[in-house]
């Protein structure tokens, strides 16, 4: 990838956006919303902020498609053929897919590459193929009876995605529910709907039938609520905050108690032993593992949980790197970290930021608004030492690039300080010890624990929460598990 191919691209035009709505494209009896880059304070285009009514019209649409088989009922070879052909258009279309989200939502182009329609390409590949292979049962009754378990599909699935990694995130929903036969209405973020809108255009050319995926954009409180309350949605999945998730439940239990499934972000324990097997790669891996894509991850590693024997050199190491990395244009190859997503964003960040400094922790590094002349938001990499289990940097989600450091005696104290939060996405620990790896993974309450690593992104596994993280997996086949309905049937012989 060249700079001038993205230079090209980051100066198209974007055509005002409408909604896809039951094969067509439409546009909203609501108004618009201006879609300003957080790079550069560049007006893109416009989205429809989408009426309730327009979102009635999209589950209908959804409804009478599933309703009448046009694509639950194709053999399953058939909307593999689909599915596959998607995923050939995201992976034609990679670098126009990655400019468009980096102007819409500001991550550093050469991780939105291959985080956003790479790994998109990827999640349509892996459940195209699951399509024909995932088999029903036949239950082990008593020999008078036949006991078949078959697998359908739920039938008209939610699905509300946040604007950290639309495509990413929008595939793992998309990929298992529509290769389970279901059909899906999907409500990007406010601040970031145009990969997504593009997705629906590709998936109509790729052959998905009209009204099975539909795309609606808008306000949260006004089309997500409808969403989330109407009688005809089945299922609802959904990655973005607590808040959010506390009223889906609520949304759901007022209408037709449909299935939940949330992933809600995280307050990841990073741990490091003195006896790691390489402190250097640790330090590298401990900033990246919350300086990447200025923090805006949910399985950030935003606690650094340090033995108390190493700490301020290790706290040192990390510091190091992040006043090397280079913060810019998400849209400049030379830029290591990007931008912060928006105005509301930057200002939580730096409230958390003030918060810290009056709690008592020691700001070690950054903390400040940076690279106003460039017109976007952006931020330095930031790092407080002294950080305490009370503090509210040390229980709540910042979604920025703020690390909290506290230090510890030994295993027991840094696993009881790692489970001390209501959040339990993610952790890491990094050891030379075998047995205290394994220790650490059964003993740190998350959904997945890194060992001598942070991060890793492949669809073969699955990645959720325990506690108030959520619950569901997306990823791996279990995540099919969400979009589909065991059917059983007594056939006595
Ligand atoms: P964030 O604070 O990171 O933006 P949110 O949970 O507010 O996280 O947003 C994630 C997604 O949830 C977005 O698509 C947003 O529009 C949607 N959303 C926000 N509020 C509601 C709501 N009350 N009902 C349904 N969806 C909502």
Same mark, same amino acid.
């Given at each position: ?29 609501? @108004?618009?919303?201006?879609? =300003?880059?957080?790079?550069?304070? *560049? ?31 194709? !053999? ?26 980096? +102007?819409?939502?500001? =991550?550093?182009?050469?991780?939105? &590459?291959?985080?956003?329609?790479? @790994? ?34 739920? #039938? ?12 990413? &995130?929008?595939?793992? %929903? ?12 999907? %409500? ?15 998936? $109509?050319?790729?052959? &998905?039938?009209? #009204? ?12 997500? *609520? *409808? ?11 959904? =990655?973005? @905050?607590?808040?959010? #998730?506390?009223?889906?439940? /609520?949304?759901? !239990?007022?209408?037709?108690? %449909? ?32 300086? +990447?894509?200025?923090?805006? &991850? ?40 990007? $931008?912060?997503? @928006?105005? +509301? ?5 730096? /409230?958390?930021? !003030?918060?810290?400094? *009056? ?135």
């Amino acid at each position: 990838m060249q700079q001038h191919q993205i230079d090209i691209l980051r100066s198209q035009t974007v055509a005002p956006q409408l909604l896809f709505i039951d094969g067509k494209w439409q546009p909203g009896t609501g @108004s618009q919303l201006e879609i =300003t880059s957080p790079a550069d304070g *560049e007006v893109i285009t416009t989205i429809e902020r989408a009426s309730r009514a327009d979102m009635q019209a999209a589950i209908k649409a959804a409804r009478k498609s599933f309703d009448d088989g046009r694509w639950a009922n194709q !053999a399953p070879g058939e909307r593999k053929r689909v599915l596959l052909k998607l995923a050939d258009l995201i992976q034609q279309n990679e670098l126009e897919l990655a400019v468009l989200g980096v +102007r819409d939502n500001g =991550t550093e182009i050469g991780m939105a &590459i291959k985080a956003e329609p790479g @790994s998109a390409a990827g999640t349509f590949r892996y459940y195209a193929e699951a399509t024909d292979k995932v088999y029903g049962e036949i239950a082990p009754t008593s020999a008078s009876f036949l006991g078949l378990i078959h697998k359908q599909p739920v #039938g008209v699935v939610g699905a509300i995605v946040p604007w950290n990694m639309p495509l990413m &995130i929008g595939a793992w %929903k998309l990929a298992p529910a529509l290769a389970a036969g279901n059909s899906v209405v999907l %409500k990007p973020a406010e601040e970031a709907s145009l990969t997504l809108l593009r997705l629906a255009e590709l998936a $109509a050319e790729a052959g &998905i039938p009209d #009204g099975v995926f539909n795309v609606v954009t808008g306000q949260g409180s006004e089309v997500g *609520e *409808e969403l989330a309350l109407s009688m005809d949605v089945d299922v609802l999945v959904f =990655t973005g @905050s607590g808040n959010t #998730g506390r009223r889906l439940l /609520e949304y759901s !239990a007022r209408s037709n108690m %449909k299935r939940c499934y949330l992933e809600l972000g995280g307050k990841s324990a990073n741990i490091v032993f003195a006896d790691a097997p390489d402190l250097d790669k640790a330090a590298l891996g401990a900033a990246m593992a919350i300086f +990447r894509n200025s923090g805006q &991850i949910c399985v950030s590693g935003s606690r650094l949980l340090v033995e108390h024997t190493i700490h301020d050199e290790f706290v040192a190491k990390v510091a190091q790197h992040a006043e090397n990395l280079r913060v810019g244009n998400p849209l400049e190859l030379s830029s290591q970290i990007g $931008a912060i997503n @928006s105005q +509301r964003q930057l200002t939580s960040n730096l /409230e958390f930021v !003030a918060k810290a400094k *009056e709690q008592g922790a020691d700001l070690v590094t950054g903390g400040e608004q940076i690279l106003q002349s460039l017109g976007g938001y952006y931020m330095q990499p930031t790092i407080f030492t002294g950080v305490e289990s009370h503090h509210h940097l040390a229980q709540h989600e910042v979604f920025g690039p703020v690390l909290g450091v506290t230090p510890f005696n030994n295993e027991a104290q840094a696993i009881a300080l790692a489970n001390d939060c209501n959040y339990g996405l993610a952790g890491a620990a990094w050891t030379s010890n075998l047995g205290r790896a394994h220790r650490m993974i059964k003993a740190v309450n998350t959904g997945g624990m890194f060992i001598n690593t942070y991060g890793g992104a492949d669809v073969t596994m699955p990645l959720g929460g325990v506690k108030q993280s959520g619950n569901g997996v997306d990823k791996s086949l279990h995540a099919m598990d969400k979009y589909i309905n065991l059917k059983t049937a007594w056939i006595q012989l």
